[in-house]
C-alpha cells in the first residue's frame, strides 16, 4: 500500500474515495528513559530512549491506519498527516497518523 503525504500520485490515478482513515497510539514512557531524558534536559545533548519511544509509536500508528485502509478496500493512503501530543507528567505520548483512503489505479 503506498502512504503519502501528498493529495495524489504522479503514477498513478485516484479513481475512487473511500473516507477517512485514522491509526491511534498512546504510549508509556517507562521511568529509565524518563530519567535518562531528565538528566539529557539539564546538560543538553538528544535522548535516544524518547526518539525511539516516538519512532515506534509513528510507525504503529501508520500500521493502524494502513491496516484500515485495507479493510474498507483502499490500496493507498494521501494526504497523510501525523501528530504527536504528550501528556503532562504522566510520561505518554500520543501518536495520531491521519489520511484519505483511496483507490488508485497505475497509469
Avoid at 473511500?18 to 535522548?47: L, P, Y
Avoid at 519511544?53 to 474498507?72: L, N, P
Amino acid at each position: 500500500m503506498v502512504i503519502t503525504t501528498t493529495p495524489g500520485f504522479e503514477n498513478g490515478e485516484i479513481i475512487e474515495y473511500r473516507g477517512v482513515v485514522s491509526g491511534e497510539v498512546v504510549a508509556g514512557i517507562n521511568f529509565v528513559k524518563d530519567f535518562g531524558a531528565s538528566i539529557r534536559n539539564i546538560v543538553g545533548g538528544r535522548s535516544a530512549g524518547y526518539e525511539e519511544e516516538i519512532v515506534q509509536a509513528r510507525d504503529s500508528a501508520i500500521k493502524e491506519m494502513e491496516g484500515k485502509a485495507a479493510a474498507i478496500g483502499a490500496n493507498a493512503v494521501v494526504g497523510v498527516k501525523i501528530d504527536f501530543e504528550s501528556f503532562g507528567n504522566a510520561g505518554m505520548i500520543m501518536v495520531m497518523a491521519t489520511g484519505t483512503a483511496v483507490v488508485v489505479k497505475n497509469k
